[in-house]
T-cell receptor, first 112, second 112 residues
Framework: EADIYQTPRYLVIGTGKKITLECSQTMGHDKMYWYQQDPGMELHLIHYSYGVNSTEKGDLSSESTVSRIRTEHFPLTLESARPSHTSQYLC???????????FGQGTRLTVV | GQQLNQSPQSMFIQEGEDVSMNCTSSSIFNTWLWYKQDPGEGPVLLIALYKAGELTSNGRLTAQFGITRKDSFLNISASIPSDVGIYFCAGQLLQGAQKLVFGQGTRLTINP
C-alpha cells in the first residue's frame, strides 16, 4: 500500500486567493510529481522533482509553483487562483531504483 | 506531445465478458505500468512490466510487455462490476528524462 497523502481532498476557493496543495510521502522516494487531470481525462505532468532542491516544469505549462525543501514534502502553490485552474491535482512519487509511481488520492480544486 | 496511443477510449461490456486494451507508441520504453482509477480517486498501480516479452498476471488481470518495447496490452478476464473505472497505461522512455508518459485512458463500463 502506498504511503502518499494529499491535503485537502476538496477545495472550493474564490478567484484571486493564494492556495497551497500539500503532498507528503513516507516512503523515502527521491522523485515526486504533480499531475493535472480534468475528470475522466488524461494526466498532464505539470511539475517534477528528482530530490531536495530540485524542481522542473513538466510538459503542460502551469501557473503554479512547487518547492522541495524536504524529501518527503512537495507542495504546490497557486499565487492567484482563477476559474481556469479548476481541476484535479494528483501527486505521485517513485524511488530511484524502480519505475513504479504511487499516487495520492488527489485534490479536487474548484475556483469560483 | 502525446507519445502513447491507448485504445479503445471506452468499452461497454456485459458482466462476465473478457476485456482487452492496449497501448502503442513509436518510441521505445523500458518499463510499462498499468493503473486503474476510480472516480474522484488517484490511479492505483495494477501491474508493472520491466522486460520485453514479459507476461505478468495479477488475479484476473494479465499484462504483457511487447517484444518491440513499443507496446503493451492489458486483459481482464470474467469482468465483474468493480472492474468499472478508467485504466491508464504508462511507460518509462528508454531515452530521455526520468518521466512517465501516460496514455489517454480506457473507460470501462459494465452492464450487469
Amino acid at each position: 500500500e502506498a504511503d502518499i497523502y494529499q491535503t485537502p481532498r476538496y477545495l472550493v476557493i474564490g478567484t484571486g486567493k493564494k492556495i497551497t496543495l500539500e503532498c507528503s510521502q513516507t516512503m523515502g522516494h527521491d522523485k515526486m510529481y504533480w499531475y493535472q487531470q480534468d475528470p475522466g481525462m488524461e494526466l498532464h505532468l505539470i511539475h517534477y522533482s528528482y530530490g531536495v532542491n530540485s524542481t522542473e516544469k513538466g510538459d503542460l505549462s502551469s501557473e503554479s509553483t512547487v518547492s522541495r525543501i524536504r524529501t518527503e514534502h512537495f507542495p504546490l502553490t497557486l499565487e492567484s487562483a482563477r476559474p481556469s485552474h479548476t481541476s484535479q491535482y494528483l501527486c505521485a512519487s517513485r524511488n530511484r531504483a524502480k519505475s513504479e509511481a504511487f499516487f495520492g488520492q488527489g485534490t479536487r480544486l474548484t475556483v469560483v | 506531445g502525446q507519445q502513447l496511443n491507448q485504445s479503445p477510449q471506452s468499452m461497454f461490456i456485459q458482466e462476465g465478458e473478457d476485456v482487452s486494451m492496449n497501448c502503442t507508441s513509436s518510441s521505445i520504453f523500458n518499463t510499462w505500468l498499468w493503473y486503474k482509477q476510480d472516480p474522484g480517486e488517484g490511479p492505483v498501480l495494477l501491474i508493472a512490466l520491466y522486460k520485453a516479452g514479459e507476461l505478468t498476471s495479477n488475479g484476473r488481470l494479465t499484462a504483457q510487455f511487447g517484444i518491440t518495447r513499443k507496446d503493451s496490452f492489458l486483459n481482464i478476464s470474467a469482468s465483474i462490476p468493480s472492474d468499472v473505472g478508467i485504466y491508464f497505461c504508462a511507460g518509462q522512455l528508454l531515452q530521455g528524462a526520468q518521466k512517465l508518459v501516460f496514455g489517454q485512458g480506457t473507460r470501462l463500463t459494465i452492464n450487469p
